[in-house]
Nanobody, 124 residues
Framework: QVQLVESGGGSVQTGGSLRLSCVASRRTFINYAAGWFRQAPGKEREFVAAIIWSATTTNYGDSAKGRFTISRDNAKNMVYLQMNSLKPDDTAVYYC?????????????????WGQGTQVTVSS
């Protein structure tokens, strides 16, 4: 079992930036793909970004392309999401997830472990 804990959420104005962090409880995390998803009230969970274990391949959802960057530091069991040019539509709870298969796909069902989420609120 791997526990994931997100941090870095908060409230910002339109155009601002936030950096989300996710720390994993076990070293086996470095062998997994990691992803970020988000969920706004009344909406389905949406894929944001994913990164494979070696960080050589990343994958982004349409809403994240050009504004968000996913990265990881395997020495620290960490994955990050740098979010720039934030918009009110980015307001959601952001979740970190780990995929044992290592594919880094966009479907939530592919992921085996989830964090509790961190709230991001963007005001106009």
């Amino acid at each position: 079992q791997v526990q994931l804990v997100e941090s870095g959420g908060g409230s910002v104005q339109t155009g601002g930036s936030l950096r989300l962090s996710c720390v994993a409880s076990r070293r086996t995390f470095i062998n997994y793909a990691a992803g970020w998803f988000r969920q706004a009230p009344g909406k389905e969970r949406e894929f944001v970004a994913a990164i494979i274990w070696s960080a050589t391949t990343t994958n982004y959802g349409d809403s994240a392309k050009g504004r968000f960057t996913i990265s990881r530091d395997n020495a620290k069991n960490m994955v990050y999401l740098q979010m720039n040019s934030l918009k009110p539509d980015d307001t959601a709870v952001y979740y970190c997830a780990a995929d044992r298969a290592g594919d880094g796909l966009a479907r939530p069902s592919e992921y085996d472990y989830w964090g509790q989420g961190t709230q991001v609120t963007v005001s106009s």
